[in-house]
């Protein structure tokens, strides 16, 4: 089964059109010219608009579990 539908490949595809054009621009209003910023920004268009798109995966847990262990390791050598 797709993770993605038509309408999220759609928005991703003009979002990278307008990055090479030179014409697509950030929520600040400052111009994108990351391929991966554009495809997060052609992504959360198609979710509003609806299409089929997962979930946005939260990085937070990540970074928190790496900085508990990495001060327990800093306390235990002190």
């Given at each position: 089964?797709?993770?993605y539908g038509a309408k999220a490949s759609e928005?991703?595809e003009k979002t990278m059109r307008e990055r090479?054009?030179?014409?697509?621009?950030?929520?600040?209003?400052?111009?994108?010219?990351?391929?991966?910023?554009?495809?997060?920004?052609?992504?959360?268009?198609?979710?509003?608009?609806?299409?089929?798109?997962?979930?946005?995966?939260?990085?937070?847990?990540?970074?928190?579990?790496?900085?508990?262990?990495?001060?327990?390791?800093?306390?235990?050598?002190?």
């Amino acid at each position: 089964m797709a993770k993605y539908g038509a309408k999220a490949s759609e928005k991703v595809e003009k979002t990278m059109r307008e990055r090479k054009r030179g014409t697509l621009k950030s929520g600040s209003g400052k111009k994108v010219t990351s391929k991966k910023q554009a495809i997060a920004i052609g992504l959360s268009e198609a979710r509003r608009a609806g299409g089929k798109v997962p979930k946005k995966r939260s990085s937070s847990k990540k970074t928190s579990s790496t900085r508990k262990s990495s001060s327990r390791r800093s306390s235990s050598k002190s």
